[in-house]
C-alpha cells in the first residue's frame, strides 16, 4: 500500500521518475547554457567539486554535471511544485 502511494505521489516507478528527471535536467542545463546561464554562483560549493574531477582529467563528467546541475535548478522545484499541487488538489 505504501509503495503505491509513493509511485502516485512521484506519478511512476521512483526509478524511472529519477531517470527522466535526470535526462530533462541535462537537456534544460544544456538550453540554459546555450542562453549564457551560469549555475555557478548558486552552486559555488559544488565549483571545487567539478574543479577536483576536473585536475583528474574528466572533461566529460564536468559538462555533464554542469547541464545537470543547470537544468536541476529548475526541473527538480517545479517537477516537486507540480506533484504537491496535484496531491493537494486530490484531498476534500
Not at 560549493?45 to 564536468?62: C, H, K
Request: aromatic residues 16%; charged residues 15%.
Amino acid at each position: 500500500m505504501a509503495d503505491n502511494q509513493l509511485e502516485r505521489f512521484f506519478g511512476g516507478s521512483p526509478f524511472w521518475v529519477a531517470v527522466r528527471l535526470i535526462l530533462l535536467s541535462i537537456v534544460i542545463g544544456v538550453l540554459l547554457h546555450v542562453l549564457g546561464f551560469d549555475p555557478w554562483n548558486i552552486w559555488w560549493s559544488l565549483e571545487r567539486l567539478v574543479r577536483r574531477i576536473i585536475n583528474l582529467g574528466w572533461d566529460a563528467i564536468d559538462s555533464v554535471w554542469r547541464y545537470f546541475i543547470l537544468g536541476a535548478v529548475l526541473v527538480f522545484p517545479i517537477w516537486l511544485i507540480a506533484r504537491l499541487a496535484r496531491v493537494g488538489a486530490r484531498r476534500p
